[in-house]
T-cell receptor
Framework: DTEVTQTPKHLVMGMTNKKSLKCEQH?????MYWYKQKAKKPPELMFV???????INESVPSRFSPECPNSSLLNLHLHALQPEDSALYLC?????????????FGDGTRLSIL | AQTVTQSQPEMSVQEAETVTLSCTYD???????LFWYKQPPSRQMILVIR??????QNATENRFSVNFQKAAKSFSLKISDSQLGDAAMYFC?????????????FGDGTTLTVKP
């Protein structure tokens, strides 16, 4: 069982839709991450929240909007996506203070844009 | 910027035998962390093993061990007594101390097939 829970597991949406991806962890981690992963490729970092504040935005288009309502939750709001945005979106968390601590990943949301 | 290179896109191993996956990296930093992650078809990225750069001793976790050569900037993963459940994509990752939230750089991955 994964300690980082992502919902939904699969999402199909049109280019004009608005949807949200959700991520939850109850390990007391203070750093949370969104990654985008294409098939057979490594994860690409999108955003990092550290102590509920956005600390890294890897020049992600504004059609992706992250939100960290509290230390356990991380959302990714989607609007007007493009077909090339179809990918696996992974959420991860880490304790935050110790940089030798590994990231714990969720199972991901498989996103398909029609 | 750091880069991580996994030169073997695909590897295969016979069940119960040993396989080594290679990883090299480029950095100007002296202290950092290195990780191997496993991603089976079920999608979840799972930590296999980690190594702190200041430690000379190679990390070991059961059947998994690393050969960390700091001067050569090499961090290979050895899997002993390979099992069918080891089949997955393996990613090597570098983590800098110099960013607040510990940004990781991943290699392109190696797909490991285990033959029964």
């Amino acid at each position: 069982d994964t300690e980082v829970t992502q919902t939904p597991k699969h999402l199909v949406m049109g280019m004009t839709n608005k949807k949200s991806l959700k991520c939850e962890q109850h390990m007391g981690h203070r750093a949370m991450y969104w990654y985008k992963q294409k098939a057979k490729k490594p994860p690409e970092l999108m955003f990092v929240y550290s102590y509920e504040k956005l600390s890294i935005n890897e020049s992600v288009p504004s059609r992706f909007s992250p939100e960290c309502p509290n230390s356990s939750l991380l959302n990714l709001h989607l609007h007007a996506l493009q077909p090339e945005d179809s990918a696996l979106y992974l959420c991860a968390s880490s304790p935050g203070g110790g940089k030798n601590q590994p990231q714990h990943f969720g199972d991901g949301t498989r996103l398909s844009i029609l | 910027a750091q880069t991580v290179t996994q030169s073997q896109p695909e590897m295969s191993v016979q069940e119960a035998e040993t396989v080594t996956l290679s990883c090299t990296y480029d950095t100007s930093e002296s202290d950092y962390y290195l990780f191997w992650y496993k991603q089976p078809p079920s999608r979840q990225m799972i930590l296999v093993i980690r190594q702190e750069a200041y430690k000379q001793q190679n990390a070991t976790e059961n059947r998994f061990s690393v050969n960390f050569q700091k001067a050569a900037k090499s961090f290979s993963l050895k899997i002993s007594d390979s099992q069918l459940g080891d089949a997955a994509m393996y990613f090597c990752a570098y983590r800098s101390l110099n960013t607040n939230a510990g940004k990781s750089t991943f290699g392109d991955g190696t797909t490991l097939t285990v033959k029964p």
